[in-house]
């Protein structure tokens, strides 16, 4: 039996998950997502702005599934057990998940108000939705400034990303709409730009739920090629077969590989079981970035002694 181990890349300083290194940066944005909400509700109030009070309900949410990421971020990084051998990682995609199901709720909402008001028409202060949006939009810009390398390292924090995404793209739908009733006087932009906020909402969030899903189903990464990771192992040197290969992801950043891997007979001394397990260890963590390696080196036909489980 032989065990390797290799470690991928995480961000630069940071230890424990791939989203560990961004939580200062989720904090502030947490604290701006809080205060642009409490100042587009008294516009929204002020202005009788749909669009605006929607983006505000979106930004609560936000809220929510910002502290949630921080949440999973402190249980994933908390030490392994011997019940919970790979600690509480899996949090953060739980989260994740979470707040997908946040976003399609507050989605259908949005939908659902919008539709009222086209059939109770509102008199909106284009003016005063002018100014709350502007503001909203810059405030929703710097924090997709701290996200934006962080969405591309784990998923708990593109969920965080992608939340203050579609609420940027809710202020210019809300600053739009307000340039429209300014110009023409024509009321139904505002619910026309909370429909575009809701519809904005949905797709990020289905993809972004997938991804989870593929994590917790414990699917190959998707920027990992199984045939390529075969053959790499099947070209070291002494390397005769392989069987039970499988690559998963434990949560973004935490890539792991367990693998049979049948060597000629002459390899299973001290010396040749060390070489191929360098090897394997140096070709796989190199190439495709696995967190965590295992092998088994066995000869050939032991494979069919081997309980129905390791099949």
Request: hydrophobic content about 50%; glycine content about 10%; proline content about 3%.
């Amino acid at each position: 039996m032989g065990a390797g181990h290799d470690h991928g890349a995480l961000p630069a300083g940071s230890t424990g998950t791939a989203a560990a290194a961004h939580r200062v940066r989720l904090r502030i944005a947490l604290g701006i997502t809080l205060s642009v909400m409490v100042v587009q509700i008294a516009g929204g109030l002020a202005a009788d702005s749909l669009a605006l009070l929607a983006d505000a309900g979106h930004m609560a949410t936000d809220g929510l599934g910002l502290g949630m990421a921080l949440l999973a971020i402190h249980f994933a990084n908390r030490p392994s057990s011997a019940r919970r051998t790979f600690g509480l990682a899996r949090a953060e995609i739980l989260a994740a998940l979470a707040n997908c199901l946040l976003l399609l709720g507050v989605g259908g909402y949005i939908l659902f108000e919008a539709t009222d008001r086209f059939l109770h028409p509102a008199d909106t202060d284009g003016g005063l939705t002018l100014l709350f949006g502007a503001f909203s939009l810059l405030a929703n810009l710097v924090s997709l400034a701290l996200l934006m390398r962080g969405q591309k390292e784990s998923l708990n924090v593109r969920g965080a990303f992608l939340e203050v995404l579609a609420d940027a793209l809710g202020s210019v739908a809300v600053l739009v709409s307000a340039l429209v009733i300014m110009t023409t006087g024509w009321q139904a932009a505002d619910p026309v730009a909370s429909l575009l906020i809701g519809l904005m909402i949905v797709p990020r969030t289905l993809r972004l739920a997938r991804e989870a899903l593929e994590v917790l189903l414990e699917a190959a990464p998707k920027d990992v090629d199984m045939a390529e990771v075969r053959n790499h192992i099947l070209t070291v040197p002494g390397v005769e077969g392989l069987h039970d290969l499988h690559v998963w992801t434990i949560t973004s950043g935490m890539p792991v590989l367990s693998a049979h891997v049948v060597v000629d007979q002459s390899a299973l001394d001290g010396v040749g079981h060390e070489r191929i397990l360098h090897e394997l260890q140096d070709r796989l963590g190199a190439r495709f970035d696995v967190e965590h390696c295992t092998f088994q080196l066995e000869p050939r036909g032991h494979a069919v002694h081997e309980a129905k489980l390791c099949h």
